[in-house]
């Protein structure tokens, strides 16, 4: 099979980054003096080989090509080639990776994707949207009289806060049940269709036993930060879930990874079938070309793996979504939180608006 | 309980540090506008308050107190709590946290440490040695030979590269007995101990596999990167195995998070027995003062959280030996990898001058 094409931004002079080049190679690889391995199988088919460095903006873009033998199809040990010693070096970005076709079929992929999100909420062709409950530290009743007001706003997809974990001040097995029933009775009262994504966070026990409640309860959707929880947990819970991921970036750190290698390519890899990213002008700095990109990434045609739906986020406002619907389409989840929620009582007005403008962007 | 106080060096103006560190207060916490929470509980006991605001190096270091409560006192919560969604924020370092006294009672935090290291490889004061076997895509004869050859030069611990996943070229189920038994057969001859530490990796069903096999073999430590496998995983399987944890630091990022936090603070809460970093002077650029303020927090007194070994390492020669225990003492583990391997057929020679050194340091 070809290599992995893993690109990195390394910051060093010109006259070292040859050099600088080919110790990234052993050390994403075979992690010891090349000239110490006497095998030349290890020598050919182990070894990382440096396929091109091109200078870019005052630093290098070097691509390696890392077997793919040496990932053995397997996400953590992928993460472990692509970044794992060199995580640790500061002058170390990684930029990017290309994977040889076929490579893809190692991994589950997202089993519903775009198309599945949509069958499932009943939104064949609009942009989706999205709202999350919060505080952390609010009773169960409060947030299910909050996702109450949400549904009955009209909102597609209802989800936790990522930081509604299993805390004593709101235990999972007391407030999916509370929220997923407030969301079902506003259902019937609306014939509405909402759809709660409660967050699934801690160990492989804890997972399993959250995926049993949920299940029993109805719930048809997942929140889930794959880097909290750990990319191997993460694709496990999914055989065990078989519900939509909706993927949260948390704990990303995604600034020396490229926001669309690790948020739309690698979590559509690893089976999430919606990334939520934090959009421009919000509460974080990613430029509109990035955030772009990382829609195209999820979007794109990739073999066999389902296509997955973009979810900008991250201190976003109403205002803005004839914007956000410009700039990403209708194969796109709107997600506000904090700007409804900031409308206090006027809380399911602001969501009926929300709305609106997505379901009649012409109006 | 008291506060968990966490420190973030953030790149921001004068006249803008204190707004963007209220606004971080928020992200880590309720994750909306703190003017939309009406419920008195939730501002008192939830939301994060800025503790203080100090100039350093043309930055600023502002403390939050993150409530205890939120953490849920599961690991990917605490994770989330401290850097999930500011991890995303370039401008934002997580540099240190404290935690109040009894926190670290909700962890299992490490099982063996330091004492129980020492124990068992029957070391009772000086440093100890490892080396690792490398590299990836070499048979399991191979490593098992170069197993011996480090068990012949008295090494104290075996450990496999952190790249010898459970790759086709040489399946977990196939090294691990394989290199155990060369290492035992060794041991034999030399009347000595030395053990071994194999990559356990993969998600938690490929995790508790491999448990069982090393049992079965009477493999007697384990080597795991956190970050890879996940913390959640990585805790769940210290019960399965039950001996001690050599934890490596790839995919750690660590350049955003402080070192000393992330691989001696965290990794330990989360029951490392020793810690794996990148020495100074090495392959990596960590000063030598945040190496040695990683081994101090390894080691010193953290209620009844057991002291863990710090593991200087990467590209770490022999002819370093003396400066690296006159840095670190005697409560330390010297890994040297490639700079043994380089010495090809002087393999064992160069093995028994590094144990040499550690033994009899003034000779």
Same mark, same amino acid.
């Given at each position: 099979?070809?290599?992995?094409?893993?690109?990195? !931004?390394?910051? @060093?002079?010109?006259?070292?980054?040859?050099?600088? @080049?080919?110790?990234?190679?052993? $050390?994403?690889?075979?992690?010891?003096?090349?000239? @110490?391995?006497?095998?030349?199988?290890?020598?050919?088919?182990?070894?990382?080989?440096?396929?091109?460095?091109?200078? /870019?903006?005052?630093?290098? #873009?070097?691509?390696?090509?890392?077997?793919?033998?040496?990932?053995?199809?397997?996400?953590?040990?992928?993460?472990?080639? &692509?970044?794992?010693?060199?995580?640790?070096? =500061?002058?170390? $970005?990684?930029?990017? @990776?290309?994977?040889?076709?076929?490579?893809?079929?190692?991994?589950?992929?997202?089993?519903?994707?775009? %198309?599945?999100? !949509?069958?499932?909420?009943?939104?064949?062709? /609009?942009?989706?949207?999205?709202?999350?409950?919060?505080?952390?530290?609010? =009773?169960?009743?409060?947030?299910?009289?909050?996702?109450?007001?949400?549904?009955?706003?009209?909102?597609?997809?209802?989800? #936790?806060? +990522?930081?509604?974990?299993?805390?004593?001040?709101?235990?999972?097995?007391?407030?999916?049940?509370?929220?997923?029933?407030?969301?079902?009775?506003?259902?019937?009262?609306?014939?509405?269709?909402?759809?709660?994504?409660?967050?699934?966070?801690?160990?492989?026990?804890?997972? *399993? $036993?959250?995926?049993?409640?949920?299940?029993? %309860?109805?719930?048809?959707?997942?929140?889930?930060? =794959?880097?909290?929880?750990?990319?191997?947990?993460?694709?496990?819970?999914?055989?065990?879930?078989?519900?939509?991921?909706?993927? +949260?970036?948390?704990?990303?750190?995604?600034?020396?990874?490229?926001?669309? &290698?690790?948020?739309?390519?690698?979590?559509?890899?690893?089976?999430?079938?919606?990334?939520?990213?934090?959009?421009?002008?919000?509460?974080?700095?990613?430029?509109?070309?990035?955030?772009?990109?990382?829609?195209?990434?999820?979007?794109?045609?990739?073999?066999?793996?389902?296509?997955?739906?973009?979810?900008?986020?991250?201190?976003?406002?109403? %205002?803005?979504?004839?914007?956000? &619907?410009?700039?990403?389409?209708?194969?796109?989840?709107?997600?506000?939180?904090?700007?409804?929620?900031?409308?206090?009582?006027?809380?399911?007005? /602001?969501?009926?608006?929300?709305? *609106?403008?997505? !379901?009649?962007?012409?109006?």
């Amino acid at each position: 099979m070809e290599r992995i094409l893993a690109t990195y !931004r390394i910051a @060093a002079p010109d006259s070292e980054i040859r050099a600088r @080049a080919e110790a990234l190679a052993a $050390e994403q690889s075979v992690e010891m003096p090349v000239s @110490a391995i006497a095998d030349r199988r290890v020598l050919d088919e182990i070894v990382a080989s440096v396929v091109s460095i091109e200078p /870019r903006n005052g630093a290098f #873009d070097v691509t390696l090509g890392i077997a793919p033998a040496t990932t053995g199809n397997e996400a953590s040990q992928l993460l472990n080639m &692509l970044f794992g010693n060199c995580s640790l070096q =500061p002058e170390v $970005e990684l930029v990017d @990776a290309a994977f040889p076709a076929g490579y893809e079929k190692g991994f589950p992929g997202p089993r519903f994707g775009i %198309e599945g999100i !949509r069958k499932m909420t009943g939104v064949p062709h /609009r942009a989706l949207t999205c709202s999350a409950l919060k505080p952390q530290g609010a =009773p169960a009743e409060h947030l299910a009289a909050l996702a109450r007001d949400f549904a009955l706003g009209g909102l597609d997809v209802i989800k #936790d806060d +990522h930081g509604l974990a299993n805390q004593a001040f709101s235990p999972f097995a007391n407030r999916i049940p509370a929220v997923q029933r407030a969301i079902a009775a506003a259902n019937r009262e609306t014939g509405g269709n909402t759809v709660y994504a409660p967050t699934f966070s801690g160990g492989p026990a804890a997972l *399993r $036993e959250q995926a049993r409640i949920a299940k029993a %309860e109805g719930v048809r959707m997942a929140l889930i930060a =794959p880097m909290l929880v750990g990319v191997p947990a993460f694709i496990e819970l999914q055989a065990d879930l078989d519900l939509p991921i909706l993927a +949260h970036p948390a704990f990303g750190g995604a600034s020396r990874i490229g926001p669309p &290698l690790l948020l739309a390519k690698l979590f559509r890899l690893f089976g999430a079938d919606a990334t939520i990213f934090p959009n421009h002008g919000g509460r974080f700095s990613y430029s509109r070309e990035t955030c772009l990109d990382i829609a195209k990434v999820a979007r794109e045609p990739w073999n066999g793996a389902r296509p997955i739906l973009p979810v900008p986020a991250g201190g976003m406002t109403v %205002e803005r979504v004839p914007e956000m &619907l410009a700039g990403y389409g209708n194969d796109t989840m709107l997600l506000i939180g904090g700007g409804l929620l900031a409308a206090g009582d006027k809380l399911l007005e /602001r969501c009926r608006e929300f709305v *609106r403008m997505v !379901r009649e962007p012409n109006a």
